[in-house]
């Protein structure tokens, strides 16, 4: 099966404990009580301020929960998960060198799941591995946990190339990406658009000011995904964006023809950002529409 080893760039922590599921409900952006065997979830960590501290996957699997998190925020949730600690009788252990983390494209992992019938966040556990669908969005791939090279029978090879922009095509830009995390509250990096806040439960760390935010609709800026239609070997990162001949925003992060924007939702023409038009100083550009933008 062709799938891609990421093992230099993710963590595999497990936590571990009577307290851990209580622990991480109180201070996690998702609901843990939607995690078991057969079901993984994607959530955040952050500051008291609502900042962005760290992203990642939570599953269950031997009766443990496993966090897979990109290697640039372990640290950060090691420290912080410790320090809300006090007297929760949980454990955290870095097991990244005992399992594989593997990633398979959509069109690549029909021998694990049909995509067509299962849901995101949809996990199937064996013996010595477990996968689950990408939480965020069904179409982006099918994330695999293994401590045998094997999902099941099923051999896993590292053959597969363009992990990154399978992403970007979908219009995610995800965190470890971003040069300068403090500058954005999670909802500016639209997580709660892709399943990573659950607003229904109770307090984490965080929840007022992202509440608040969301309730009343003041959120200041966003991070759209942009696209050239033209080949264009330009390095355009800082570039302004303009719309409606002012700027509003500008560019983050490139890798060829994928481009995503700051944006000031404040100095936009409409509240349609799906009915603008968008340029650079001397290109087109063009939002890179999706389908999870019209939630």
Known sequence: MLTTCLNKDFNILK???D??????????TNDIEQVNSNNSIYSCLLSPQGKFIADFFISEFNEDFI???????????????????????FDIEDISAAYEYHFIETKNSSDIFNLNDDLSGKTIPYDHSFAF??????????????????IGVTKLD????????????????NTHLIQDLSKFYPLENNLHLLNGIDFKK????????????K????????????????????????????????TVGEIIYQQGLYLFGNISLRKLS???ISDMTFSLPNNELKINKQSWMDQ
Do not use: W
Request: charged share 25%; hydrophobic share 35%.
């Open 15 to 17: 936590i571990s404990g």
């Open 19 to 28: 307290d851990s599921r209580d622990y991480l409900n109180k201070i996690i």
């Open 67 to 89: 966090l897979l998190i990109h290697s640039r925020f372990k640290d950060d949730l090691i420290k912080t998960l410790n320090l809300y600690k006090l007297r929760a009788k």
């Open 133 to 150: 669908i990408d939480p965020r969005l069904k179409t982006l791939g099918v994330h695999v946990i293994s401590s045998t090279g094997a």
């Open 158 to 173: 590292n053959l597969q190339k363009g992990y990154t922009e399978n992403f970007l095509k979908h219009g995610i830009l």
């Open 202 to 213: 109770g307090c984490y760390v965080g929840q007022e000011i992202t509440a608040r935010m």
């Open 215 to 246: 309730l009343r609709n003041k959120i200041p800026r966003t991070i759209l995904p942009f696209i050239i239609d033209f080949k264009d070997d330009i390095q355009h990162l800082q570039s302004a964006i303009i719309e409606n001949s002012n």
């Open 270 to 272: 409409s509240e349609k």
